[in-house]
Structure formats: C-alpha cells, structure tokens
C-alpha cells in the first residue's frame, strides 16, 4: 500500500473535516447521560459520511447522483435541525429545575442516528466537490486506499469530538449552553452553505 497516499487521504480528510469536531462535540455533550446517545452520534456519523462517499465515488467515476446544483441545498437539512433544536430547548428552558431531573437524568433521549447523519452530510457537501477530482484520477486502487483511510479517520473523529465534550472544562461550558451552542451552530452552519452556495438566489 501506498504510504503516499495514505497520507494525502490523512491530509485531506482532516481539512476537510475540521469542522466536524465542533458539531460532533456538541452532538456528545446533547447525548451525555443518555443510554446509547454516544453509539447513535458514531452510528449517524458514518451513515452520513458514508452517503457522502457513496456520492463522491460514484461522480467520480462518471456518474453524478447529487447534481452540483443542487449541492447548496442541502443546507436546508442543518437548517431545518437547528430550528427543531431551538424549539425543542425553548420548550424545555425549565428542565433545569424539576426535581425529578433535567433532560440529562432520562435514560434515553439525545441526538438520533438520522439526525446526526443528515447534518454530517449536508456539512460535507462541499467535500464532494473536493472528493471528485481526486478519486477520478486515483484510480480504482487508489480510491478504494482513500475511501480505507477516511473511514478509519471517522472513528478518529468521533474519539476526539467525545474527548472533547468530556473535557471538564468544555464539558461544563457545553453542559450549561450546548442546549443554545447546537441550534445556533447548526442553523448557521445551514445558512451558510445556502448563501455559499448562493442557493434561493442568495
């Protein structure tokens, strides 16, 4: 195997995904305490990120299933999370002083595994874009070491946005306004990719 291209794939995953470990910090910090939370946030990121491979593999070897058009579009998926989070924490606001416990003492509850999923591919959309060219001059061989890499590099992520909300510090920072942090962050991060993208005429 090429150490080459382990590296570039290294390389490109991370600047292109750096920005994934603030809302997948803040997805950890929603779940803590919550049974099952951290599986279905690892669980949502791979199915996100492996639609956002299937995309970039499949364009890149000639057949485009997400038309670059329509790439900007997919900020209405953050978008439309962010204002549902905003909701669900106004409705919220006085869990803090039951007695019985706050959100964080229920058993279950957190982000969902399709939630997680459709954020982390509407994030990654301009990813395609940079995915592409490089798999379509990679070859079969090299794509396939590329896809191998990204997907460990997943895991890798994961690890460090749950190492980062359970850092005492930002965990308490993210414990007392990640309830505020998530709708803000992903109802920014939608409408930035539809004014980037310059979608609705934006």
Known sequence: M??????QATGLFAVTNIDDLLVLALFFAQGAGRRG???????GQYLGFLGLLAV????GFGAALLPPAAVPYLGLLPLALGIKAAWQAWRDRHDGDDPAGGPADRP???PKV???????FANGGDNIGVYV???ATAGHGGTAVHAAVFLVLVAVWCAAGRFLATRRVVAGALSRWGHVLLPVVLIGLGLFILADGGAFGL
């Open 133 to 135: 060219p490089v798999f």
């Open 114 to 120: 399709l939630e997680v999923a459709a954020v982390t």
């Open 56 to 59: 970039a593999v499949a364009a």
């Open 2 to 7: 090429n150490l080459g291209i382990i590296g």
């Open 108 to 110: 279950a509850g957190g």
């Open 37 to 43: 939370a951290a599986r279905r946030v690892v669980a």
